[in-house]
T-cell receptor
Framework: DAKTTQPPSMDCAEGRAANLPCNHS???????VYWYRQIHSQGPQYIIH???NNETNEMASLIITEDRKSSTLILPHATLRDTAVYYC???????????FGAGTTVTVRA | ETGVTQSPTHLIKTRGQQVTLRCSSQ?????VSWYQQALGQGPQFIFQ???????GRGNFPPRFSGLQFPNYSSELNVNALELDDSALYLC?????????????FGPGTRLTVT
C-alpha cells in the first residue's frame, strides 16, 4: 500500500544530472518525503528527506512542489556508482515503518 | 562509528525448520526494524523493536517473532519455514529519541528455503 508512484526505470548519462520524479498526491500535512536507494546486493541507503522546502545535501537535492503532491530527486552529476533502485517514501516524522514501493531502477551509462 | 551488521550472510533451510537471524545496531541507536525483501520487490516492514519491546508490526504472521537485547542488538526468528519465506532479510537501526529520519540498514541475510 505504497503511497507513491515512480517510473519503473530510467537511464542517465554519466556526468549529467539525473532527475527522478515521484508522485504522492495523497500526502498529508505532517508527512515527509524520504528518498532511499539500494545498490545491488546491499541494504537501502538514506539519501535525503523534506517536508515543504527544497533540500540539498552532499548526495542530492530534493525539490517538492508547492502543493506537495509530487517531488523530484536530483543527482547533480551522476556517476556509474549511482546505478541503483531509488525509492521515494512518504511517512510521518516518527513513522519508523518505511513503506517501500517498487522504486525506480536508475542505470547510469558511460 | 560501527555500522549495522547482520549474520549470517547466507543461509539455506528446509521447509518446516526454524531460523534465527541476528543484527547488531549502529552505535548509539536504540531502535531496530526488520524488513523482508523478496526478489525484485521493495523491502516489506516486518516489525520494529524499541526498549526491548515490539513497537509496531507489519502484515506478517505470528511465526515471525523478534527480540531486542539491552545492548540494542536484535534477533529475528521464523518458525515453520515456508518456501515463500525465501528472501533477503534486512535490519535497520535508528535513534527514536533524537527523531532521526535516517534508518541505517545492514547488508542483509539471504535466506533460501528448500
Amino acid at each position: 500500500d505504497a503511497k507513491t508512484t515512480q517510473p519503473p526505470s530510467m537511464d542517465c548519462a554519466e556526468g549529467r544530472a539525473a532527475n527522478l520524479p515521484c508522485n504522492h498526491s495523497t500526502i498529508s500535512g505532517n508527512e515527509y518525503v524520504y528518498w532511499y536507494r539500494q545498490i545491488h546486493s546491499q541494504g537501502p541507503q538514506y539519501i535525503i528527506h523534506g517536508l515543504k522546502n527544497n533540500e540539498t545535501n552532499e548526495m542530492a537535492s530534493l525539490i517538492i512542489t508547492e502543493d506537495r503532491k509530487s517531488s523530484t530527486l536530483i543527482l547533480p552529476h551522476a556517476t556509474l556508482r549511482d546505478t541503483a533502485v531509488y525509492y521515494c517514501i512518504v511517512g510521518g516524522s516518527n513513522d519508523y515503518k518505511l513503506s517501500f514501493g517498487a522504486g525506480t531502477t536508475v542505470t547510469v551509462r558511460a | 562509528e560501527t555500522g549495522v551488521t547482520q549474520s549470517p550472510t547466507h543461509l539455506i533451510k528446509t521447509r518446516g525448520q526454524q531460523v534465527t537471524l541476528r543484527c547488531s545496531s549502529q552505535s548509539g541507536h536504540n531502535t531496530v526494524s526488520w524488513y523482508q525483501q523478496a526478489l525484485g520487490q521493495g523491502p516489506q516492514f516486518i516489525f520494529q523493536y524499541y526498549r526491548e519491546e515490539e513497537n509496531g508490526r507489519g502484515n506478517f504472521p505470528p511465526r515471525f517473532s523478534g527480540l531486542q537485547f539491552p545492548n540494542y542488538s536484535s534477533e529475528l526468528n521464523v518458525n515453520a519455514l515456508e518456501l515463500d519465506d525465501s528472501a533477503l532479510y534486512l535490519c535497520a537501526s535508528s535513534s527514536i529519541d533524537t527523531s532521526s529520519y535516517e534508518q541505517y540498514f545492514g547488508p542483509g541475510t539471504r535466506l533460501t528455503v528448500t
